[in-house]
């Protein structure tokens, strides 16, 4: 049997077919799975939407402030007025209750109550 | 290679991008493809791995420097997406790359897009017998007839060494046809 010379025998080719009209496709199906441009990448910085936005959020931001602030002492003073509205629905037992003895003796040494002078007064009225 | 330059100015250009692109795809699907499926074997799988080398062709032309041919560069990318998919295959079966090739032939006769004689598929089996690299040189130089300065750029080999990588794939593939 005649040997296998490679180098100068006739070529032995693959034996591989291709599908017809394969090259003919081809080119339209590559195109349409490349992927879509890539936008061009802006620093953030310089996009005027952001500028806006910034602008726009610093504003809002400025009212809420005021507001928030200003409806804080609004709450105080509705606060206020409803415990003093409370506080007169309150009977003298009541607070005479909630009393500690260090209250009573503060109190009544603002009152003077203690006062030698006014108590020698009232003896002396008294008797 | 002023050609080249001007074209690979067009490839990046995004207004003539596309056209441009179409170009590359219309000069080097025939030649891509050959040098694909000499190493998948199966047209399927070559379709697949030419469709992945040209997407990933075109994502990376932004990073082509220039520093080599254009179509060394393409044949590149070419050869590590047909190497890794046989990869992927046998990591996925559980089984070596040199399994999946000898699966792969072994399907070949009985393939719709094969038709090779009794020598043929008796060369294509010789060949599979040899280490991976040197497959490699005597496909692209028997086959697809490549110059060794060309093979040189894509496979980074010198056009020595590739020409002794040749020589002994010769001889170890005619003792396999001569004794099988």
New interface residues.
């Given amino acids: 049997m005649k040997k296998f010379d490679l180098h100068n025998d006739p070529k032995i080719e693959t034996g591989f077919k291709i599908p017809e009209n394969y090259f003919e496709n081809l080119e339209d199906r590559i195109m349409n799975q490349l992927p879509e441009q890539e936008a061009r990448v802006v620093p953030l910085w310089q996009r005027k939407t952001v500028w806006y936005s910034g602008v726009a959020a610093i504003f809002m931001l400025s009212i809420g402030t005021w507001m928030y602030f200003n409806q804080q002492s609004n709450e105080i003073m509705a606060t206020s007025q409803e415990y003093l509205a409370y506080s007169n629905d309150i009977t003298t037992e009541e607070i005479a209750y909630h009393l500690t003895d260090e209250d009573i003796t503060t109190i009544e040494k603002e009152l003077g109550l203690y006062d030698t002078e006014s108590e020698t007064y009232v003896n002396e009225y008294l008797n | 290679m002023q050609d080249e330059k001007q074209f690979i100015a067009e490839l990046l250009n995004?207004k003539t991008?596309?056209e441009a692109?179409?170009k590359l795809?219309?000069d080097y699907?025939?030649p891509l493809?050959n040098h694909v499926?000499?190493i998948v074997?199966n047209?399927d799988d070559t379709?697949d791995v030419?469709?992945n080398t040209?997407?990933k062709i075109?994502?990376n032309l932004k990073n082509f420097k220039g520093d080599s041919k254009l179509f060394s560069w393409m044949y590149r990318i070419a050869t590590n997406e047909a190497i890794t998919f046989i990869n992927q295959r046998a990591r996925k079966a559980g089984i070596s790359s040199e399994e999946v090739q000898e699966k792969a032939l072994n399907s070949?006769q009985a393939d719709?897009?094969?038709?090779?004689?009794e020598?043929?598929?008796k060369?294509?089996k010789a060949v599979a017998i040899l280490p991976e690299k040197q497959q490699l040189v005597f496909k692209m130089k028997?086959?697809e007839e490549m110059k060794y300065e060309d093979m040189s750029e894509v496979l980074g080999t010198s056009v020595g060494a590739l020409k002794a990588s040749y020589f002994h794939a010769?001889k170890k593939?005619?003792e396999f046809?001569?004794t099988n």
């Fill in positions: 995004p991008q596309n692109f179409r795809v219309r699907q025939r493809y499926r000499t074997l047209h379709d030419l469709q040209f997407v075109f994502q070949l719709v897009d094969y038709d090779g004689d020598i043929q598929l060369l294509q028997y086959f010769v593939i005619e046809l001569n």
